[in-house]
């Protein structure tokens, strides 16, 4: 058994898979990792979990992960397996390398990774499998909590379907906002991204094909079934794509 564990700004996803099968999976408050009373009994329960494998944005969090597992395998540029095609690798979250290894293991060919997560993220993979760049814009939930903090009459509102585009209320304008104008920013950002691609056969075509593999566009996060209902630039939605990204590490190292 593998045991993943995905820490974020805002929450910190746990999974336990058997071979490609995932167990069991759950979520709990990132501030809380540290005071994570149920790691005891997770210890106990599955004592056949032979590698821990991580991924953290979160540097604090890590030493409270080693504590528990000395030998817990933390994802970077380094060891992630794939080419990165940037100036500075380091800068590159863990979770948004693992999301593109996923990516391309699962889909093989050219892809887009959206994550929604604290920072709305898009990350583009080549259809060789390098790690090409993205963009990160500002997450669902952060730009709701700014909106409330910074304003003196705008209130901390439910994400949720909107009853239409034009908002007849307050609450209702920021709903729509949020989810309608996520999604046309996903749009546009595709488009966008895509546009940038297709001067360049060789970064979707991959060797020995005659012709183009479409390029895929995943996503994932918490918000991704909701946003992605109001789009169809999205081809699949996976919200276990980091775990499955953690676990085929584990698998493969």
Known sequence: MILTIDIGNTSTHFGIFKGEKLLKEWRIATERLSSYKDIRYLKASYKDIKKVVVSSVVPQANRTIRKWFPKAIF???KNIGIKIKLKNPSEIGADRLVDALAAYSLYKGACIVVDFGTATTFDVISAKGEYLGGAIAPGIL?????LNARTAKLPLI????PRQVIGRDTVEAMRSGLVYGYAAMVEGMIRRIKDELTPYPPLLIREGEKKGVSCKVIATGGLAELICKYTKVVDRIDTKLTLK?????????
């Open 245 to 253: 990204g953690l676990n085929y590490v584990g698998r493969t190292k």
């Open 158 to 161: 439910e994400i949720k379907k």
């Open 142 to 146: 952060l730009a709701r909590e700014a």
């Open 75 to 77: 994802i970077d540029h």
